[in-house]
């Protein structure tokens, strides 16, 4: 259907076209969005495509970095929505483009002389076109067949508006004129001419070594990206490609020198050094790259002594890998000891946020009486099931969270040991629910405690019972074997003495023994091949609760309670903590023994099932 151009569009961009003034293309949407007429239906149908053509003609967007999605091209869409149906909605749709647009853009590019102007026009009528006469199979179903020719001036036309906005100083910002360039250079490998690229190849030295002579802060790195991605079209000679190198370790020298502190960037420093990486091992310069390697996170470790603790961690934390992976032990051992030797400042650095949790005595009465109304086994069952922690309430609370403190949702964190390494990553609720989901199962054992205590603590005035009647209760289940009652007894009795630091330590074993146990019961093998003495080993507690025949046959809610209670880095961690001799006096509490005992006494809930024949 023909169309008509919107003349207050026009106007305005008749006048960007005779400015000298550089052009930002996000800008020029806005404006014409500013222009939009509040009701669209007082024009005419072909005035309405004009709108579209122009407004669209802005509002399909350039790829960040080598995206080229939603339509497996350079142009992409400036938003997408999702219909409840699942239906993905783009904003512009492709398929609004057809004859008459690509026409308009061409003419577009030939009235216009402003090189921005021109470059974009002609981009979008010749990327957009090919699209449209040669869709992929994953093309819109609703997509219009185009027909009009597509003569490859365009693209020479497109190329030169790109490097005539740089050679003229008209691109808005810096960032617009290294995209202008990669495009250019990508326009350029179409067309059979060689001057195309000959001409973006020196475009781009010139605007790099225009910034370097400046001597501030420039975005180096995109010379970097582009004579890498490029270097085949670009066909860098042996000059050339030492060139890129000397410009890296030029980059090095001045980011990673705190002497001069105006240009000092150890994070700089750090990226140079990667991609010097990359460029050196094409080369088989290993030593060299090594060199730079040190380098730069000599700086780091610099920036991290005038830094807070906190921050510190975070950029020594950094370099281990690095220098791991160069075979630099001795450094790695070093920087640990840094990092440790700020734990306690870091630990100081850290705010502490509470909210009171209100216990009212007739909630406890409740809860006693709840306990207390049948036996010693009915209350220690009672007090086992509510106990629980279950994957689905607390994906329950989390949603209800969100919806209170959608920041909150958003927010990674990480989980800092009491050495100052971190132990675990928690992303955002969206991209980690499963790591949302374990760490507040530990704020919930924390504030269940107080009620599992209560419980117990009532269960024992009134039954008055010992090691020697809660074992026949433990026994029930036929999961504790009975081999393993001296050690029970023995984590029972500092239990019900107080003595948390020995009941945990002697229990958290037997836990894990009963598991794997009951695992074995359940069918599944539960030895592995040792590698290094031969034979076979026992597996841990996170393979066995891990394995396909327990998640097949244990409860998923136990299942969670157990793996954040005691083997996930993201939870309390218990038995991993315990294990390697990292369990701080904080931890070992009577608090904790309680959360252990309740383990015993869930697992007593438990029943095999007797196989046939």
């Known amino acids: 259907m023909e169309l008509r151009s919107f003349k207050p569009f026009v106007d305005l961009l008749h006048k960007l076209d005779k400015s000298a003034a550089p052009i930002d293309e996000i800008d020029v949407m806005g404006k014409l969005n500013f222009l939009l007429p509040d009701q669209m239906a007082s024009l005419s149908l072909e005035e309405r495509r004009g709108v579209i053509a122009d407004f669209n003609g802005f509002r399909f967007q350039r790829p960040h970095g080598s995206s080229r999605q939603p339509w497996g091209m350079y142009w992409s869409e400036m938003a997408s929505m999702t219909r409840t149906d699942g239906t993905i909605i783009y904003v512009p749709e492709i398929a609004e483009v057809d004859d008459h647009i690509i026409a308009h853009w061409i003419a577009q590019s030939e009235r216009y002389s402003h090189p921005v102007l021109v470059a974009r026009y002609s981009d979008l009528a010749w990327t957009i076109g090919q699209y449209l006469r040669r869709p992929p199979k994953s093309a819109p179903a609703n997509i219009q067949a185009l027909s009009i020719a597509l003569p490859v001036a365009l693209v020479r036309r497109a190329v030169d508006g790109y490097l005539d906005s740089i050679e003229r100083d008209l691109y808005a910002k810096e960032h617009h004129a290294w995209k202008f360039i990669e495009r250019a250079m990508e326009l350029s490998a179409i067309v059979?001419?060689?001057?195309?690229?000959?001409?973006?190849?020196?475009?781009?030295?010139?605007?790099?070594?225009?910034l370097r002579a400046l001597d501030t802060d420039f975005m180096w790195w995109r010379f970097d990206d582009i004579t890498w991605s490029q270097s085949k079209q670009l066909q860098l000679d042996e000059a050339e490609q030492q060139d890129a190198i000397d410009f890296l370790e030029e980059i090095l020298a001045i980011s990673a020198n705190s002497a001069t502190s105006a240009r000092f960037n150890p994070h700089d420093a750090m990226s140079a050094a990667d991609r010097l990486d990359r460029r050196r091992a094409q080369r088989k310069e290993l030593d060299q790259a090594r060199r730079a390697m040190r380098d730069a996170a000599r700086s780091k470790e610099e920036l991290a002594k005038m830094s807070d603790a906190m921050t510190a961690i975070a950029h020594l934390e950094d370099l281990l890998p690095r220098y791991r992976n160069a075979g630099m032990v001795d450094d790695v051992a070093r920087v640990e000891a840094m990092i440790r030797e700020r734990a306690e400042q870091a630990k100081g650095e850290m705010a502490t946020f509470s909210a009171p949790m209100k216990l009212t005595q007739e909630d406890l009465d409740k809860w006693r009486t709840m306990v207390l109304k049948g036996s010693l086994a009915n209350g220690l069952r009672e007090v086992a099931l509510a106990g629980v922690v279950g994957d689905e309430e607390v994906h329950r609370q989390l949603k209800e969270f969100a919806k209170e403190a959608p920041l909150w949702a958003m927010i990674s964190t990480s989980i800092m040991g009491d050495d100052g390494f971190t132990q675990a990553m928690v992303g955002s609720l969206e991209d980690d629910i499963d790591g949302r989901a374990i760490q507040h199962a530990t704020n919930i054992f924390s504030w269940t405690a107080p009620w599992l205590h209560h419980g117990l603590h009532a269960l024992?005035?009134?039954?008055?019972?010992?090691?020697?009647?809660?074992?026949?209760?433990?026994?029930?289940?036929?999961?504790f074997k009975p081999e393993r009652d001296p050690m029970l007894r023995e984590g029972l009795a500092a239990w019900l003495a107080?003595?948390?630091?020995?009941?945990?330590?002697?229990?958290?074993?037997?836990?894990?023994?009963?598991?794997?146990?009951?695992?074995?019961?359940?069918?599944?093998?539960?030895?592995?091949?040792?590698?290094?003495?031969?034979?076979?080993?026992?597996?841990?507690?996170?393979k066995i609760i891990n394995?396909?025949?327990?998640?097949?046959?244990?409860?998923?809610?136990?299942?969670?309670?157990?793996?954040?209670?005691?083997?996930?880095?993201?939870?309390?961690?218990?038995?991993?903590?315990?294990?390697?001799?990292?369990?701080?006096?904080?931890?070992?509490?009577?608090?904790?023994?309680?959360?252990?005992?309740?383990?015993i006494l869930t697992l007593s809930l438990l029943r095999l099932k007797q196989k046939d024949g």
């Not at 001419?193 to 070594?209: F, I, Q, S, V």
């Not at 009941?503 to 091949?529: F, K, S, Y």
Request: proline share 4%; glycine share 8%; charged share 25%.
């Open 547 to 599: 394995n396909a025949v327990f998640k097949a046959q244990i409860p998923k809610n136990l299942r969670f309670h157990l793996r954040a209670l005691y083997c996930d880095s993201r939870g309390i961690n218990l038995r991993n903590v315990i294990a390697h001799g990292l369990a701080s006096a904080e931890m070992l509490t009577l608090g904790t023994a309680n959360w252990v005992v309740h383990t």
């Open 460 to 479: 024992r005035e009134k039954h008055q019972f010992g090691v020697e009647e809660l074992l026949p209760i433990i026994r029930e289940c036929g999961i």
């Open 192 to 210: 059979k001419d060689t001057e195309p690229m000959k001409r973006a190849k020196a475009m781009l030295y010139a605007h790099r070594d225009k």
């Open 498 to 542: 107080c003595d948390a630091t020995k009941a945990i330590h002697v229990l958290v074993p037997q836990v894990e023994a009963a598991l794997r146990d009951l695992l074995a019961a359940i069918g599944a093998p539960v030895t592995e091949p040792d590698h290094i003495n031969g034979g076979f080993q026992m597996i841990g507690f996170g």
